[in-house]
């Protein structure tokens, strides 16, 4: 369940894992989690899948809101996509090009964010002494991943330092990647390249330590107990991520909250309370704010954020905001 909340609901932890795995022969000796997976020879180009998306016809899905001064452009982003996808419609580049100013939820890319990132992970995302992943799943559980493990060149003993929520998350976002997703064609990171040189005023919503924390801080055992529903997402990934780009691409937004809010809203709604809710009520003073400016803005957040009654675009119109799909 944490996967498909990853996809479209957190940046961070999308950059986060991506990063752990490129650098992890880099990465501070205290960081057991990197260690053990540089030392596992994992390995994505050699399992790499990528279907051909280059017929898909995108259109994703945009809101305005305008006053006098202002118009504030809504986008639901998907954080890692397949570099085959043409997503930058017409519509959305003449957007861009008259920005000025960009907010996205949290700067994952700078020197700064990335070496924060790699200090929290000790902090975060590591077991305490005495404490492995395995002691803390079901026969179930562990038993599945036994099964996966193999299949992405990794031994368990590179996972047991790892608290539950991290080990979800690497395990997901690795799988993504064999399929031949990348955080670089991710479109944040296509966004920051369009933007360059244009002079582009950055804002963003959270820190790096608060979306960290977002995830952290569920119980272990609450993240454990859907361990093994995580793992079976795990074996459907190719046929569920075809069907979430698609349903992005397009603008599907109804699509986009069955198949990424749905099952995690209905079996741990702790965590969707915790990981897209409480964080869209935290965002919508921040987008009032933005409206008491001026000049073109662009609001880039995961697209697991928008659709819903606790969406970000309904609560603007809870608020009395008429927010128009464009």
């Not at 700067?107 to 990335?114: H, T, V």
Request: negative net charge; proline residues 5%.
């Amino acid at each position: 369940m944490l996967s498909q909340i990853g996809l479209l609901g957190d940046y961070t932890l999308i950059t986060l894992v991506s990063e752990l795995r490129r650098k992890a022969s880099r990465l501070a000796a205290g960081c057991a989690v990197a260690t053990g997976l540089a030392l596992s020879g994992l390995s994505v180009s050699a399992y790499a899948q990528t279907d051909d998306y280059s017929g898909v016809e995108a259109d994703p899905a945009l809101w305005l809101i305008t006053d006098d001064d202002s118009e504030v452009w809504l986008f639901g982003t998907f954080h890692i996509l397949p570099p085959s996808l043409d997503w930058q419609t017409d519509e959305l580049t003449d957007l861009v090009s008259r920005l000025d100013t960009m907010y996205l939820e949290v700067d994952a890319r700078s020197p700064e964010s990335q070496a924060r990132m790699q200090a929290l992970i000790p902090q975060l995302g590591m077991n305490a002494s005495g404490v492995t992943l395995s002691s803390q799943l079901d026969a179930e559980s562990l038993d599945l991943l036994n099964q996966i493990l193999p299949t992405m060149g990794a031994p368990l003993a590179a996972f047991e330092p790892m608290r539950p929520w991290l080990a979800q998350l690497f395990l997901a976002v690795t799988k993504m990647q064999m399929l031949g997703l990348d955080p670089n064609a991710g479109v944040e990171m296509s966004l920051m390249s369009l933007i360059e040189g244009q002079g582009v005023e950055m804002g963003y919503f959270e820190t790096v330590d608060e979306q960290l924390s977002f995830f952290a801080d569920i119980p272990d055992e609450v993240i454990a107990s859907g361990f093994a529903e995580g793992l079976r997402q795990l074996e459907k990934m190719p046929e569920t991520l075809d069907d979430m780009i698609i349903a992005w691409a397009t603008g599907d937004v109804g699509a986009i909250d069955q198949l990424v809010n749905a099952e995690t809203r209905e079996l741990t709604p702790e965590v969707y309370e915790a990981i897209i809710v409480q964080r869209n009520l935290n965002w919508i003073p921040e987008i009032e704010n933005i409206l008491e400016g001026e000049g073109v803005v662009m609001v880039a957040v995961g697209a697991g954020h928008m659709p819903g009654e606790n969406g970000v675009i309904e609560l603007l119109r809870a608020r009395g905001y008429t927010v128009t799909r464009q």
